[in-house]
């Protein structure tokens, strides 16, 4: 039972945020593309089923090429979130990344900005590189990225048929994995990213129960320690390649 005067944690909101690129050439790994973020929605529920007391998980997924930008579901209870379907996924002309990255994060940021308690973390999965963006340069993607970066959020970039540590590189993101050009190669890639995220969730989890941990602790402070968890559990995942 509650006693009166003790101060009640709050619950840490998750914003998990997949931009999935459906340029022509992902039509060679379609299915697996699906089936991948199928399994990675299916790991965000099973999170938010274990860490209930400490966090609420919410779900994005943009899919984009250059005829269209187009969430699936925006920002919805992961509850709520239906599994991806081939219909709701046809591949199709070239590669607007910076367009993507910078209307999903903008507003995401806008979202976010004004909740206490909130951490974003953010998956790009693309086959190939920017080849069509009309609205944001690489300049200003790496600059947003930066600046969200100092509000806690994390960033995980993953590319097949190029170098993708060197593409999030450029765009300041720390965390990049390539992934084979082949279904399994796909799967596997997205399976990482899952269990990463498991990862960073359990840290996340273990820090809010930990007695140090304060709701009166800064935003700032609070903000540098998420993000410093989920490079952990990056690095962690990639140790055990």
Known sequence: MEKPNETKQTKTQVFNVIILDKSGSMECIRQAAVSGFNETLNGIKKAQEKFAETQEHYVSLLTFCDCEKKYVFDKVPVSEARPLTMEDYQPCCCTPLYDAMGFTLTSMRNHVRNIEDAVVVVTIITDGLENSSKEYTGTAVKKLVEQLKGEGWTFTYMGANQ???????????RNARNFDYSAQGTMAGMAKDASTRMNFFSRLAQFKEDAE?????????????YAAMADDAFDEEESKS
Not at 163 to 173: R, Y
Not at 215 to 222: L, Q, T, V
């Open 213 to 225: 941990y304060s709701a009166a602790m800064p935003a700032e402070e609070r903000r540098a320690r």
């Open 163 to 173: 170098d993708s540590v060197e593409v999030a590189f450029n765009l300041s993101i």
